[in-house]
């Protein structure tokens, strides 16, 4: 209906809507020497289900890979690369609760973050899924700062799969805030 650039850009205001509910506090990542201040990062995720998802709730696992551009207050961007893991004990095509996971983000200097997340809220607005995420660094650069994490996304298949094979994933548009 929107074409990817309709989409990205819906995607891009609904995240920007919804961060500015949330209240965005400005983040920072300081450790090791690095520099201190606004650590934001935005990217986008390719995420798969395993197993698929249905309309029966059932212990499901998400796996994405997030292509990262994260910004410093004092203007520095660099690439970076999330490898992300979550557990659900109860996920369908309609519901998630209790998801629990980590993500492992790779900073272009070689540097890296190990972050768990803890704890999340989810809500469908128009049919897009928005997933408010939170956690904490336990090991690199932020080691010991609350976290942040929000995804968009749209499912990359007909909702009707739901009634026979299943979602296998989506594509998604992800904002990592590392807080202080």
């Known amino acids: 209906m929107f074409g990817k650039r309709g989409t990205a850009v819906t995607l891009g205001s609904l995240v920007f809507t919804v961060s500015s509910l949330v209240g965005a506090p400005a983040s920072q990542a300081a450790s090791g020497g690095h520099e201190a201040g606004v650590v934001t990062c935005t990217g986008d995720a390719v995420s798969r289900y395993d197993p698929p998802l249905t309309l029966q709730p059932r212990k499901t696992h998400n796996r994405a890979d997030v292509r990262y551009v994260c910004s410093t207050a004092s203007g520095h ?21 209790g998801a629990r996971g980590t993500e492992t983000v790779q900073y272009a200097d070689g ?18 899924l928005v997933v408010l995420q939170s956690g904490r660094v336990v090991e690199g650069r ?39």
């Not at 992300?84 to 519901?95: G, M, R, T, W």
């Not at 540097?111 to 897009?128: N, Q, W």
């Not at 968009?152 to 009634?163: A, H, V, Y």
Request: glycine share 12%; net charge positive; with cysteine.
């Open 77 to 97: 961007t660099a690439p970076a690369a999330g490898s992300f893991h979550a557990v659900a004990p109860s996920a369908s095509c309609v519901s998630l609760s």
């Open 111 to 128: 540097g890296r973050s190990l972050i768990v997340i803890d704890g999340a809220t989810t809500a469908r607005v128009a049919g897009v």
């Open 142 to 180: 932020g080691a010991g700062h609350l976290v942040r994490r929000t995804v968009t996304s749209l499912p990359g298949q007909l909702p009707t799969d739901c009634l026979t094979d299943g979602l296998r994933g989506t594509e998604s548009a992800v904002r990592l805030e590392i807080l202080p």
